[in-house]
DNA sequence: GAATAAAAGTGAACATCGTTCATGTTCTCA
DNA sequence: TGAGAACATGAACGATGTTCACTTTTATTC
């Protein structure tokens, strides 16, 4: 995990020693969950430093920028959430589509649910990614896009493979969208969009017959 | 025009002036321009001021906080994108729910590209939404999304009105986000995912007989 | 048309933010 | 055990959004 994270996130400096490797935590921890409670912009590096009980230095010795805090926070979720897909992906690789959508935007809806920093970090990190790059979002999102791709070519071999990419992605960024924005609302609300979600996807698939 | 701007973005004062009335003007045409070029975060109250040929303290005169001018700007679009509707909406009252999607959805497009700093300002707007409050965003979205209610409950009189918003919400919605993901790509791009974009809806709304 | 009040204009100064870096401390290993 | 590498620290820096005491312009009154 630790390795994995460090890759993507770019550490300034890899922490060698023990002492250092807790720090980084404490202060991944410390920022989430002030991300959670006051958002992105409003917390304060300071703030940061004072809730993981290190100097604002140890922040700068790991991480570039403020901005890094919450790109190996949503590294972090992107990869659980892509290790979701894979795994349910490969379970549901012969059912009916209108099956296959309806485990998937379970699945994702459950996961959104489960984990509570989840849209916190998220929301912030989509404001983050129209202001800068979006090097962090596009690692595991366009991966899920091609084997969805991949899938859809395999159930209706007529499609043409571009064909089979716009498909994907218009699925994936919609399905993503309206589960975001069920985020939004009470239990009832996040129901029934759940519930709208799979028969928009649905009919949007079964026209192109897979 | 210029009272519903004032009445919108709640402006510090009113200006009674011919000369002041102007600087308004003068702020937010220099906000705009700049907000596109180098964007809203990078974008100093400084240099919004010096662009529009007055002193920092002018712009503290009209609008509370920076935030105001990017919210006076996006109200000025959405005013526009909500006549376009409605126009539009009476036009396609009786066509079929094929044709009222290509047309609705080909206008909109139409609306971004003509509009170049739509996307500029409407992006940041987006992500200070998430920060703060929707208030300006959710001023005539959820008013089209109220008449597309209706248009559906007329169609298909078997809807119940909470389905009916139910569906109007995620239309408005899907479209929204695809239309917007559109304007991130090329020509061709753009092109293939307006097409696709028609064909989930539709397919979608088909669904439902309406 | 001069005097007074009201409105508008101004920019140096303030508070706070993200970030740095010179300096001190702790750890590693021959 | 001691020298060098890694780590820790927080005062200081530059930049930003915002304010407010002060000046200038416009409107009103006699």
Redesign the pocket.
Known sequence: MAETLDQATSLR????????QE?VQQILDAAEQLFIEVGYEQ????AIATQAQ????????FF????ALLKALAHRYFEQEYQLFVQLHAELATVPIAVYVDRMVDAFDQFAIDHPGYQAVLSQMIDLMTVADAATYNEFDPQIGLELAQFLARRNPTLAPAQCDLIATVALKTVNELLWLSLTGDRTFRQQLIAETKVLMTAYLQTYGV
Chains 1, 2 share one sequence.
């Open positions: 400096r890899q922490p060698k020693q023990a002492r250092s720090r917390t304060t590096t300071r290190v100097p604002v230095g140890s922040l700068y010795q570039p920028d403020k901005a």
